[in-house]
């Protein structure tokens, strides 16, 4: 079913690498049902960041976010199934820490804004924006997992 094929691009920012919550973040995903389709482990250009922050350039924090966003490896994945845009985002809790309920992946695992462990896309647009930016066609990889049948009735 198309809807079922919905897909999200979610990042774990440096920090989440450096304090080893990749695990965590990616099994918070898996543990839902969606469908991992693509991974990688790369340390960004400021030039890929500057691109994939392009709607933030003018705003006061954006050197200080390609800064923080570049200065260690990330890792950009892309996750497929039924709303993942929007449920990705509430999994991820609110953009400020602070703000963030218990039970969300920065309510849980971060406390200040500029240094929020994760990124989610906001729209499908932007979704398919930021797919494009960091992945080849060939690397988002089409698959049937066993437990399909039993995520969707
Ligand atoms: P989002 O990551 O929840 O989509 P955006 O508004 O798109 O939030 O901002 C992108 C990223 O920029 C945030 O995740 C955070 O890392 C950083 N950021 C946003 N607002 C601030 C701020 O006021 N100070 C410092 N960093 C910020
Ligand atoms: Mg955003």
Redesign the pocket.
């Known amino acids: 079913m198309a809807e079922q094929r919905e897909r999200t691009f979610i990042m774990v ?1 440096p920090d989440g690498v450096q304090r080893g919550l990749v695990g965590e973040i990616i099994q918070r995903f898996e543990k839902k049902g969606f469908k991992l389709v693509a991974l990688k482990f790369t340390w960004p250009s400021e030039e890929l960041l500057q691109n994939h ?1 392009s ?2 350039a003018s ?3 954006f050197p ?2 390609v800064k ?2 570049s200065s260690g490896p990330v890792v950009p994945m892309v996750w497929e199934g039924l709303n993942v845009v929007k449920t990705g ?1 509430q999994m ?1 809790g ?3 820490p602070a703000d963030s309920l218990p039970g969300t992946i920065r309510g849980d695992l971060c406390i ?5 462990i ?3 896309s ?1 729209s499908v647009e932007s979704a398919n924006k930021e797919i494009g930016l960091w992945f080849t066609e060939k690397e988002v990889v089409g698959w049937t997992p066993a437990a399909e049948n039993w995520v969707y009735e």
């Open positions: 920012k922050y709607d933030l705003r006061p924090f200080g976010l923080y966003m985002r991820l609110a953009t400020n200040q804004v500029g240094r929020n994760i990124h989610g906001d």
